[in-house]
């Protein structure tokens, strides 16, 4: 027994070596916060306060020096991040993930960011490339002279962090307007759904703005069948598309004048609803040098504060999502595949070479190319694949018109001039040079004043575009290009209202006299109604009330289809506890109770039921990645449409009274195999969780449970506390209704006395697994809960002093 006694020691010692190893290693990644550091690249000494939640103030004798000190600070706490966008915006993702990134670096390659972002560099402002030069020579010090460990990302791939450059923070830019922006997608989709069925039945799959009719456009379904389409080479179109343009990002902002409020003053609220992510996408933070005290939420990548307060000013933003997208079938020449048509004749693509390392393989080489709309997006294959023609002697190429994409498209230029601002009227006036992505910006000032203005570059389509921009365009036809843009000065804009108040809310915020065309695709207006409605019933409003109207989750659009449901008769043994249930829902989408439950999974077997004979349920199930087609399944109800709620694949007629009595069964059905058969412990929490997905660590269960982020909660896609409804099972877990587009940030703003205002992201301030500071927040911020904007108290102090 001796030799197990030591061999059982000998365990042990190696286990408590292990624990210490990894304890050594897991200090090590962690940031210093305190003590004096010299770095390159300082004018003059900065110094990082850090509160106990991990916000930094940072303290610079210039507005370069405090750029730099940001840079240094997202570098500490958010490294891997950086990697990740800075990857991102490059096409390099491969190199890291291996072949399943492949496809999406031949995107990115194809559109062309990195290559976008170096012209935009070579054009900047001075203004902007101070900034950036700053900026990158913050991070670069803190790789250079201060990094110990790398974060175990790094460590587990295998991978080095590589140096940081301005046209890195231009890239990353791009790619979150990319995020924000998805007409393209939906202009394939119609181009896919015109080879299935006429016009006006995707004019009601994709309905026109509540009140309002169709655009009216040629029969784009007869134009793509003169072009020869192919169905079946198309089959594969958008099913392999990057995701952009979600349904649920957007974001709400509300902005109440002093004649409204307690103090006399404004209040801004703002909450951004993105992809949520761990670490979050933004990052808090205070900066201050003489002449320029600015504090909000940054995002790891950019030198500025995004949305935030200074001395003077609060901004906060929501998406506009104009159409700024076109995609045009450039027809190929069939005697020589380097040229396209135009207008004038042929021409010769542009082409360049693009070498895309992918690890453990062999480098994989691809051309790309240009015409005289943009990039050939079909040169990456899996996105546009079929649509264009046989893969070997494709007909048409299919380039991209982007706003995004235009030499003078900096939106780091702009940002300065916010976080600069000292008035209402700068801030309007320094918005003019913003290009994209377009945002409906709410303001107010230290004066008393409030605004709203849309900035943003959004095209103008000629007379005789009878295709409004809504699908795929002949390239060869000169009435579809774009004949200029909308003026800065004529976006959309509100200054002062006489209602004491502005919102916004991804709604349509332009009346019908608005002379120029942004979208035919805005946002239902269920959160701006209800935001709307809490307004009104305050007489004077606080930090507090603006607080629960972002807490708020009664949903509008639930109370919408509660009706039909209760109508809903089934066999089903839980049918009469649930409609018990629903007997007493006031539309609050809770997440202790069962009601949000019932009618997120009623109207999840509804929809499916209604729409996917008819778009086929390949594209149907990918569709649901980005959207609900809730607008189409209200239309349907309202109408008793019975084309589609006939199911097509069975001999039967279906009506749609049957069709929501079964929907209903097979709801129950699924709650009850996922909850149990006791309906009134259901509860829409257990189900519907907040998870912030860690890029690439989610998809590997082993780790993510240690990385990824998760926290239940309550509200839809139509509440103003927002939580994106998903109705795609998981590709990872299999599950249903979880959400992972939110409130990535909110913020109130006291344009009265700062110290009162609050922001609150949704993770933590770290970016490094092993801080307390990386999940700190999530219960937190799921309860809206908040911490100071301003004032908060010094715990740690780093120094840093130029190298003499």
């Given at each position: ?12 010692i190696v286990l408590l070596l292990a624990a210490a190893l990894l304890w050594t290693y897991a200090r090590r990644t962690l940031p210093q916060v305190d003590g004096e550091q010299r770095v390159e690249g300082l004018r003059a000494e900065v110094r990082i306060e850090r509160d106990a939640q991990g916000v930094p103030t940072i303290h610079a004798a210039s507005r370069e020096d405090a750029m730099f000190g940001l840079g240094f600070a997202h570098a500490q706490d958010r490294l891997w991040q950086l990697e990740t966008h800075r990857r991102i915006g490059a096409g390099q993702l491969a190199e890291a993930f291996g072949e399943p990134a492949l496809d999406t670096d031949r995107f990115l390659r194809a559109l062309g960011v990195r290559r976008a972002a170096q012209v935009q560099w070579e054009r900047a402002s001075p203004a902007t490339r101070y900034a950036l030069e700053a900026y990158s020579a913050g991070i670069n010090a803190f790789l250079e002279g201060s990094l110990k460990a790398r974060p175990p990302e790094f460590v587990l791939l295998g991978l080095q962090p590589q140096r940081w450059t301005p046209v890195d923070s231009l890239a990353w830019a791009t790619m979150m307007a990319w995020d924000l922006g998805g007409n393209w997608s939906t202009e394939l989709l119609r181009m896919r759904l015109s080879l299935k069925m006429p016009v006006e039945r995707i004019n009601e799959l994709l309905p026109p703005y509540p009140g309002e009719k169709a655009l009216p456009t040629a029969d784009y379904a007869a134009l793509f069948r003169g072009l020869k389409v192919d169905g079946t080479l198309g089959r594969q179109a958008l099913l392999t598309a990057p995701e952009s343009g979600v349904e649920g990002v ?555």
């Open positions: 027994m001796t030799w197990l006694k030591r061999g059982a020691l000998g365990l042990v957007g974001s709400n902002n509300w902005v109440v004048a002093g004649s409204h409020t307690d103090s006399g003053l404004p209040l801004l609220a703002n909450d951004p609803h993105l992809k949520l992510s761990a670490p979050s996408l933004w990052y808090l933070a205070r900066l201050d040098a003489p002449g320029f005290q600015v504090a909000g939420a940054t995002m790891p990548g950019l030198p500025i504060v995004v949305l935030g307060q200074n001395d003077r000013v609060a901004w906060g933003f929501t998406n506009t999502a104009p159409d700024v997208q076109d995609l045009y079938l450039e027809r190929i020449r069939p005697d020589d595949a380097t040229q396209y048509q135009t207008p004038d004749g042929w021409a010769a693509f542009e082409h360049s070479t693009e070498v895309i390392k992918v690890k453990g393989h062999a480098d994989v080489t691809m051309t790309v190319r240009r015409t005289r709309h943009g990039p050939v997006i079909s040169d990456a294959g899996g996105p546009t694949e079929g649509l264009t023609g046989a893969p070997n002697a494709p007909t048409y190429a299919l380039a991209m018109r982007w706003t995004a994409l235009d030499p003078d498209a900096d939106s780091v230029d702009a940002g300065i001039g916010f976080n600069a601002a000292r008035s209402v009227d700068e801030f309007i006036a320094a918005s003019a040079e913003y290009v994209a992505p377009m945002q409906s910006m709410v303001v107010a000032d230290v004066q008393g004043r409030i605004a709203m203005v849309a900035a943003g570059r959004v095209p103008v389509r000629g007379p005789a575009n009878d295709l409004k921009g809504l699908v795929p365009a002949p390239g060869w036809d000169a009435r579809y290009d774009w004949v200029g843009s909308v003026p800065a000065g004529e976006t959309p804009r509100e200054v002062d209202p006489a209602r004491g108040w502005i919102a916004t809310a991804n709604q349509r915020i332009v009346g019908p006299d608005y002379p120029h065309f942004l979208t035919s695709e805005w946002a239902p207006p269920y959160r701006h109604q209800r935001i709307e409605q809490l307004l009104a019933a305050t007489p004077k409003h606080s930090i507090d009330s603006l607080r629960a109207i972002q807490r708020d989750q009664l949903s509008l659009a639930a109370l919408k289809l509660l009706p039909v449901l209760k109508r809903a008769v089934s066999t089903h043994p839980l049918a009469a506890a649930a409609q018990r249930e629903l007997a007493s829902f006031d539309g609050t989408m809770a997440a202790d109770r069962a009601v949000p439950l019932i009618l997120s999974a009623w109207t999840r077997q509804l929809t499916q039921a209604v729409f996917s004979d008819e778009l086929g349920s390949a594209l149907y199930e990918r569709q649901l990645g980005s959207r609900s087609f809730r607008e189409a399944l209200e239309g349907v109800l309202e109408r008793q449409d019975g084309w589609w709620c006939d199911n097509k694949t069975t001999p039967a007629v279906e009506t749609c009274a049957q069709q929501v009595d079964a929907a209903f069964t097979r709801a129950l059905d699924e709650l009850q195999q996922s909850q149990g058969a006791d309906v009134s412990a259901w509860q829409w929490g257990r189900a519907h969780q907040a998870r912030a997905e860690h890029r690439p660590f989610s998809k590997v269960k082993a780790l993510a449970r240690w990385f990824e982020l998760r926290a239940p909660v309550g509200g839809d896609t139509y509440t103003v506390n927002v939580s994106r409804v998903g109705l795609r099972p998981d590709a990872t877990t299999g599950e249903l209704y979880l959400d992972e587009h939110g409130p990535s940030l909110r913020a109130l703003y006291d344009l009265g006395d700062k110290g009162r205002s609050r922001f609150m992201q949704s993770s933590g301030q770290s970016g490094i697994v092993f801080s307390p500071l990386y999940r700190n927040w999530v219960d937190r911020w799921a309860r809206v809960e908040d911490v100071a904007v301003w004032g908060g108290v010094a715990e740690h102090t780093l120094v840093l002093q130029p190298q003499p």
